[in-house]
């Protein structure tokens, strides 16, 4: 059988703390991380163990503001398939998985992301999202500010430029594999590591 979605508490009968807790929007652009991880990092296309542990970035999600998660996996489905098998394994997980088509030449993914991360723009919630794409900038930059955190999680030496230039207005950056502990086997990544990350039993 198919895992299925949690049914949600009905309306009628919300529990208060559950009704007003704030909540984390884990937001994950599965194609750019995949594609970055393959062409940027192993040159290569990555082995299924290569690739990250989902339900880890949901934890460190989780334990990153200290309040419950509400993950959301983007993917392109324009060619009317889906991996069914591994959107099997995100239902288990417990992500929202978000299967987008288009017949034309955008790029769907990123449309469904900026959507969502507008829509946010209305809603209580801080935002953690997963890419490298400097598509987002508009909507990150509009969603900082006032008590929302928001955060980008992503290998720190291939995200885009202009992300950086947006921490002095409270855009925090975390490394998927260094802060979200992602993976299963150290990367072959060179970057720059700062001192209080430094395991010099990495290199040994």
Known sequence: MSPAFTTPVPASAPAPAEADARRTY???DGENIDATLGMNVLNRRPNPEERPRW??????AQ?????????LFFLNASSG???????????????????????GTEKVVDVGIQRTLEALA???GDVLLASHDGDFLPQIEALLGADRKVGLLAFREFVNGQFTQLTEQGLEMFDLEGDADAFTAPLPRVRIIPLDEFDPLRYL
Do not use: C, E, H, N
């Open 26 to 28: 884990l937001l994950v």
């Open 55 to 60: 339900d880890r970035v949901t934890t460190y």
């Open 63 to 71: 334990k990153l503001w200290g309040q419950d998660v509400v993950p």
């Open 81 to 103: 398939q889906m991996p069914m098998s591994f959107v099997q394994a995100l239902l288990a997980m417990g992500y929202r998985p978000i299967p987008l088509a288009s017949s």
């Open 122 to 124: 209305d809603r209580d």
